[in-house]
T-cell receptor, first 116, second 111 residues
């Protein structure tokens, strides 16, 4: 079946611009996560959605970052007034929710964001 | 979540078993040990997880010590396609949804 997809795969923008990154989770997965991965580091948690609501946005670095998931499936990560330090790979993951077990998170291929 | 310690890099010959260690000495009783790997330019991929007992699936085996303070991921017959960064993560799951990645171990499988 289809996995998690992310678009675009690469995004180059100029400092100060606004960008949107899209994530299509696996069908039926109610949980959705965004992570950010800088070069040479492991992914870092940004935000978690359960359904339509952001259950935890504590990983968002500042108020320039915002994410939505209006219908409980597709999610968009929005970055305002981009800075060069925002350059990274942005990863999306989804998982089913079930009691008594955890099947792990399924990751997309990521969007590589470069801020010039 | 408990902190994990992994060697930064390891090498393995193609066709041989790759044994990747992980220390998690502060693990709690309800925390699982998860392993993910990340092949270059791809997202992380779930491999296996366990709580107390050893586990095996089509990809790998997971050996957890009796005191649960360390574990070893075993790839029984490593191939060149197994070259990746391997992450050991301690995770309680359920309401604790964050995966906390360290820097992992870069496994290089050599021909």
């Amino acid at each position: 079946g289809a996995g998690v997809s992310q678009t675009p795969s690469n995004k180059v923008t100029e400092k100060g611009k606004y960008v949107e990154l899209r994530c299509d989770p696996i069908s039926g997965h109610t949980a959705l996560y965004w992570y950010r991965q800088s070069l040479g580091q492991g992914p870092e948690f940004l935000i978690y959605f359960q359904g339509t609501g952001a259950a935890d946005d504590s990983g968002l670095p500042n108020d320039r970052f915002f994410a939505v998931r209006p219908e409980g499936s597709v999610s968009t990560l929005k970055i305002q007034r981009t800075e060069r330090g925002d350059s990274a790979v942005y990863l999306c993951a989804s998982s089913p929710r079930r009691q008594g077990g955890e099947l792990g998170q399924f990751f997309g291929p990521g969007t590589r964001l470069t801020v010039l | 979540d408990a902190k994990t310690t992994q060697p930064p890099s390891m090498d393995c010959a193609e066709g041989r078993a790759a044994n990747l260690p992980c220390n998690h000495s502060t693990i709690s009783g309800n925390e699982y040990v998860y392993w993910y790997r990340q092949i270059h330019s791809q997202g992380p991929q779930y491999i296996i997880h366990g709580l107390k007992n050893n586990e095996t699936n089509e990809m790998a085996s997971l050996i957890i010590t009796e005191d649960r303070k360390s574990s070893t991921l075993i790839l029984p017959h490593a191939t060149l396609r197994d070259t990746a960064v391997y992450y050991c993560i301690v995770y309680s799951g359920g309401s604790n949804y964050k995966l906390t990645f360290g820097k992992g171990t870069l496994l290089t499988v050599n021909p």
